[in-house]
């Protein structure tokens, strides 16, 4: 995927979380906390490193009867990992941070639903509107490395910013997600760059099957022609997972996008999972 001139040899990766919730059902607050220690050493021509990683989670959830929910993600975390050693593509260490200790909040956003109608406003994560899978979309509990927590043909936002989505659940196999959201979240101006997409997610049993496509109105420049100035970037992809047995699952990524202004013009991914169920 890229010409990595380390290879990473030692992964050690640590989570721990709980759950607390309120006594009153009618108040119910519940407040999810986590915490990840990840441990990546490599080996190459000029130096052997380890590099950790250390974050935090905080999530708390306060339901509105059977109408709406209100969501707010505090993360902090220290350390920037291999991905300052290795060059990749799409990185090693999804969990990732700043060198320094940083503290932000990643979510903040109130739900509102209506019959099949799900209304969602405020600081979004678009990849978890789009591009989405059950498998491969959490960098804690699941694939660490940046191409197989999201797909790397797929220019998302910077960051979390203002933004709105709607999801259409036509019926019990078919649902529609779309939205839109500030591209650089900086909160300023934020109609003048822009992140769209629509997905279609056909379900089955113990599987999704997505197709989106998605647009980034903020001005790009032509790799060969430095006078285009004003180009943007559009792509398409599909995002699938599937239960085969209470042990193996396994899910397939594809995208593809403008690669007159993007660096990776189409990327794939295929993994699986194998719960220890049988043998605890």
Not at 126 to 151: H, K, R
């Amino acid at each position: 995927m890229s010409s990595l001139r380390n290879v990473c040899v030692l992964l050690v990766c640590f989570f721990v979380g709980g759950v607390i919730n309120s006594a009153s059902a009618e108040e119910d607050i519940s407040i999810s906390t986590g915490a990840t220690l990840i441990l990546q050493g490599s080996t190459g021509v000029d130096e052997n490193e380890v590099d950790g990683t250390i974050s935090s989670d905080i999530e708390v959830e306060k339901p509105f009867g059977d109408y709406g929910l209100a969501f707010i993600h505090l993360e902090a975390g220290n350390g920037t990992g291999l991905d300052e050693v290795i060059a990749t593509f799409g990185g090693v260490n999804g969990d990732a941070g700043d060198t320094e200790s940083s503290a932000e909040v990643t979510e903040a956003w109130y739900e509102h639903y209506l019959n099949r109608l799900t209304v969602t406003f405020g600081k979004i994560d678009v990849a978890a509107y789009m591009d989405d899978n059950e498998l491969a979309n959490d960098e804690c509990t699941q694939f660490l490395a940046g191409p197989f927590i999201n797909s790397i043909a797929v220019e998302f936002p910077d960051d979390n910013g203002l933004g709105i989505r709607l999801l259409v659940a036509a019926s019990e196999v078919f649902e529609l997600n779309l939205g839109v959201a500030e591209d650089d979240a900086d909160w300023r101006k934020v109609e003048d760059n822009l992140f769209g997409f629509i997905q279609a997610n056909f379900k089955r049993e113990g599987g999704n099957y997505r197709a989106y496509a998605w647009m980034d109105t903020s001005d790009h420049t032509e790799f060969l022609d430095e006078t285009a100035t004003d180009k943007k970037n559009a792509g398409f992809g599909v995002s699938f997972d599937q239960v085969f047995s209470d042990i193996v699952s396994a899910f397939l990524r594809a995208g593809l996008q403008d690669k007159k202004v993007s660096e990776i013009e189409y990327a794939w991914s295929v993994g699986a999972q194998f719960a220890g169920n049988r043998w605890n």
